[in-house]
């Protein structure tokens, strides 16, 4: 399993990971977790932004990882 591959699978991961906090966040009724879940959702945007951006420097460097 080549570097881009495994970024790219941690980003589906990541992706899937903040859907189900978005739904917790949605889902519950108690304010102060609400927040905390909130807390974990920017904090994932954070990481994969910089995944993203980690990616499309590999693929520039790397141009045979483009696309898979």
Sequence with gaps: MTVS????????????TQSTLRLYSIQTLDENTKSTFEEA????NE?????????????????QYKGY
């Design 5 to 16: 591959s495994k970024i790219k699978q941690t980003l589906a991961n990541l992706k899937g």
């Design 41 to 44: 959702l920017i904090g994932t």
């Design 47 to 63: 990481i994969i932004k910089d995944l993203e951006d980690r990616l499309k420097t590999l693929e520039f460097e790397e141009p």
